[in-house]
């Protein structure tokens, strides 16, 4: 993203006009990603973090135009940090365009990623398979050619208890395979799922569509029962759901579980169970610049009812309570990040992401950081390729108590990294942590990772 791209510019405007519209804003933490436009969640339970994949919407877009899909993971829900981009339209070298809503599974110590790309050479919509070794990638291309292709979108992907993987897909309509234990190839032929009022809901005034089923689809087992939860009725777009005894149907409509709402024509689920919670994940129109084509993604925790249903789930920008703490006393990424104000992500030389396009008065939120018996120092690895400037370590928000201030120097770089050590006092207990940037104009430097020192038993 542009550092002068609309929303760069005017996050601060948006933490303005939550702080006048919420009274509890000061504890936003949706939509989760505020650096980039997201849309089309997929999380991913894995070794006690959530990975979530989705799509990038372009600045400025008209339409759905994403080129790659993105990566963050999270040990907290609220604290996410940017792995980047593993895969993007690139990776498919049969591919022409329309990076859209996939899923990735695990299974045999690998990483599938199924998306909807363009076949260049028919045309049509198709699904491929990217594949890794990590859930941060990189994905490479599983079989250099569509698993599956009938010019419909929105792969989703799902492994039942007796081993069987399935693949759901449609917009139209609705189709599964059986994947084969391999997850790159299927075993039968291209199903369609049955599109009744009495599984999917009554759409009133589309005859060609009766259902209320539009994209999307979710399918996950809880209980011995399967859920398939849906985008519905375009447009604009609620999420809908039904169940099933079996995963291949037959299916009962069940009702909405997230009302139309969020200044975005579409919407796209994703649900996990996550450390002894249920999450949904969803995507909105809510930072600045943000609508049907420029989106971006949140979630909210919730608790299903006694028998089984989903309850109606609404938008709000507190987002997901914090599980646990932050240790402060180990390497954090400086793109681990609850909220921010102008700042970018970008590669680093050193590997992984770095903070960058920091300009004075920019900022990020680290939410739940658990100083514990108090901090007595910070480091940072930081890069400047200009004049340099400062962090200052405030506490409970971007004004807040002044823990210590650190002086960046110039390094002769963007990618010329050095790391900064300054004093801290203050930060004890369990605080919401602010950098904050300051210095002259233009670009200051960027920050790749930090970390507190503390006395005899503040670490944990």
Known sequence: MSKRSLVSILCTAAMLVLFAVFPAAAHADNPIVQTVYTADPAPLVHNGRVYLYTGHDEDNSTYFTMKEWRLYSSADMVNWTDHGSPMSLATFRWASANAWAGQVVQRNGKFYWYVPVTNRATGRMAIGVGVATSPTGPFTDAIGRPLAENGEIDPTVFIDDDGQAYLYWG???????????????????????????AGFGTRTGNAARPTLYEEGPWVYKRNGTYYNVFAARCCSEFIGYSTAPGPTGPWTYRGTVMPTQGSSFTNHAGVIDFNGGSYFFYHNGALPGGGGYTRSVAVEKFTYNADGTIPSITMTTTGAPQIGTLNPYVRQEAETIAWSSGVETEPASEGGMNVGYIDNGDHIKVKGVGFGSGATSFSARVASATAGGRIELRLGGATGALAGTCTVPATGGWQTWTTVTCPVSGATGTRDLYLRFTGGGGSLFNVDWWRFAGTAGAGR
């Open 171 to 197: 917009n139209p309509n609705l189709w599964y395979v059986r994947l084969n234990a391999d997850m790159i190839s299927y075993s039968g032929g291209v199903t369609r799922i049955p599109l009744t009022t």
